[in-house]
């Protein structure tokens, strides 16, 4: 094979490789995001958080929320879920980041998916 | 509520899903830590205690439970070992409307054997306001995001029975007693839904049951919720493992669009359906050897 080609085929591979695993990452995040909470789910994400803090700030110690499937959930203590879900929000938003860093240094198949060579 | 895991494990002449059943049993525990009823027949049974020893066996379910086996039960299904290799077996898949009957749980998760729990994603189920959820979205490991598949080109929206979470209430009874009126009337249903062939699929049958209890509609608005996960990752049966090197971290080779061509695809805490059965079978003494250890 031509090696020009050779080499952009290995780059191809590399590149759906990389792309396949941040998109794992991505859908994993996204699973670890979902938090239950009294029979209902919520996806946390910046906009659950304003709100919640929003209504703590108001000082509302219980509130009603729509959940990810618009069922009505009650929370008794609106601080404790703030709390709650900021603390799932940035546990999976930084280790999401340091594999995503870890993913994009990587410069070949192999590194990418940290194949040592006994496995 | 007492909450738990139910699995089913019938072996064939040439599939051990008792194995299968035990190694992901042993993953269960670790990652949902909630006890686990397997739903068996006799033969199965014997063979697996025969194969890897009463007490290992009684340390992976809480509960066994040993169900008749219909032996007329005739259900040929092509089992693929990657694009290369494919063998028609029987597929006894016949009993899990039953599911709804035999489990021990108020709160019941129902997997498929080869559905590995490699994360605590399904605990968000517990509690949950929905009496049954079932989902439709899937993606496989070469994928991006979770896709829809219909049951043909012009049909209903398919829901998986790989993982189903029921509670004992009269919404899931009914459900589960709708998909034995399926089941006892396939050849209807198979020309009414236009199936492409003839094999009896628990997905299918949840599907017809989902879509006649949502009033005939493939609403969004469903009687089902969806589980509280972004959809099921499915490695198809002409995907191959590569190897599992560590707890809830596997390596699938996943076959690209031109047969026999493949990309490497890690999952690490993502729980994943291997549906090459040879391929599960493969590595499930790796499987039951670390999380084995890893449970003591």
């Known amino acids: 094979m031509e090696e020009r080609l050779e080499q952009a085929l290995a780059f191809a591979n590399y590149r759906q490789t990389l792309n396949n695993q941040l998109q794992k990452l991505k859908i994993r995040a996204e699973g670890s995001l979902i938090f239950a909470k009294n029979g209902g789910n919520f996806t946390v994400n910046q906009e659950l958080i304003c709100f919640l803090d929003f209504l703590n700030r108001s000082n509302l110690k219980e509130a009603t929320l729509l959940d990810d499937n618009g069922i009505p959930v009650s929370i008794e203590d609106v601080a404790q879920f703030l709390d709650e879900v900021t603390t799932r929000y940035f546990s999976v938003t930084n280790d999401y980041l340091n594999e995503y860093q870890s993913l994009r240094k990587s410069r070949n198949v192999k590194s990418i998916l940290d194949i040592k060579d006994e496995e | ?296």
């Open chain 2, 1 to 296: 509520m007492n909450r738990g895991v139910l699995i089913y494990a019938h072996n064939n002449t040439e599939i051990d899903y008792f194995k299968i059943a035990c190694a992901n049993a042993l993953m269960v525990k670790k990652n949902l830590k909630v006890p686990v009823t397997l739903v068996t027949d006799e033969g199965t049974l014997g063979w697996g205690k025969q194969n890897l020893g009463e007490d290992f066996v009684n340390s992976c379910f809480e509960n066994i439970i040993t169900v008749g086996r219909d032996y007329g039960f005739d259900n040929p299904r092509n089992f693929s070992d990657t694009s290369f290799s494919s063998k028609s077996i029987q597929f006894y898949n016949c009993n899990h409307w039953e599911a709804y009957n035999l489990s021990p749980y108020d709160e019941t998760l129902f997997i498929d054997a080869d559905y590995l729990i490699m994360s605590s994603a399904l605990n968000n189920c517990w509690g949950s306001n929905f009496d049954v959820m079932i989902d439709h979205r899937i993606y496989s490991p070469k994928e991006g995001l979770p896709r829809t598949k219909y049951i043909d080109d012009f049909g209903i929206r398919l829901y998986w029975a790989t993982v189903i979470y029921f509670k004992k209430s009269d919404f899931a009874k009914f459900l589960f007693s709708t998909v034995r009126h399926i089941q006892d009337n396939y050849p209807y249903y198979k020309d009414l839904y236009y199936f492409a062939n003839g094999m009896f699929r628990n997905d299918h049958a949840f599907s017809i049951a989902v879509h006649t209890l949502n009033g005939f509609s493939d609403s969004n608005d469903s009687v089902v919720g969806n589980l509280p996960i972004p959809g099921l990752l499915m490695s198809w049966d002409t995907s191959d493992i590569h190897s599992v090197p560590g707890v809830n971290d596997i390596i699938i080779y996943a076959e690209k669009d031109v047969k026999g061509t493949y990309t490497l695809s890690r999952l690490k805490n993502m729980d994943v359906h291997i549906m090459n059965k040879w391929a599960i079978n493969r590595f499930s003494d790796r499987l039951i050897e670390l999380y084995r250890g890893d449970n003591k």
